[in-house]
């Protein structure tokens, strides 16, 4: 079932949001793929896509941060890259399964590990950005943490 970008996930900006509806949508291609719509190779080809388009919206998110005074940007900026370490895994995992069993298996729990990474890691921890994004000025020494969101699925 495919996830949707709702308003409660906004974090003001127009250009991250559209990035995270665009990451969104690379995942439920990726969901798709796994779950019988396509090959190897395009698991692959869309693994790469989310690498790539990931890596430029944290530069995106980086210097928008920086621009509105963020806080915590170095501790994000870290997350991000704790991100990309865990996105080149999944890829060597899926690059290196030797036969089909094995790529069976690597594919189990991956529409998981997809959807945590972006849900949990990519999503919930921008939304701390969200209060410092409308400013756009100097920005308080703290700021309460989001409260609990989850994304919502079609059909429910
Ligand atoms: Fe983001």
């Given at each position: 079932m495919a996830l949707v970008w709702r308003q409660?996930?906004?974090?003001?900006?127009d250009r991250i949001d559209s990035d995270h509806k665009t990451l969104i949508s690379i995942i439920n291609t990726a969901e798709d793929v796994i779950n019988g719509s396509g090959s190897r190779r395009d698991l692959e080809r869309v693994l790469a896509r989310l690498d790539q388009y990931t890596k430029e919206h944290f530069a995106r998110e980086e210097e928008t941060q920086r621009r509105v005074g963020y806080p915590f940007h170095e501790a994000h900026k870290l997350e991000h890259k704790n991100l990309i370490r865990t996105l080149t895994e999944i890829r060597e995992r899926v690059a290196q399964a030797k036969d089909a069993y094995s790529y069976e298996k690597v594919l189990q729990g991956l529409v998981d590990l997809l959807e945590d990474w972006l849900m949990n890691h990519v999503m919930l921890h921008d939304l701390r950005m969200r209060t410092f994004v409308g400013r756009e000025k100097a920005a308080p020494a703290s700021a309460a943490p989001p409260a609990p969101v989850r994304l919502a699925r079609a059909g429910r």
């Open positions: 409660d996930i906004s974090v003001g900006d």
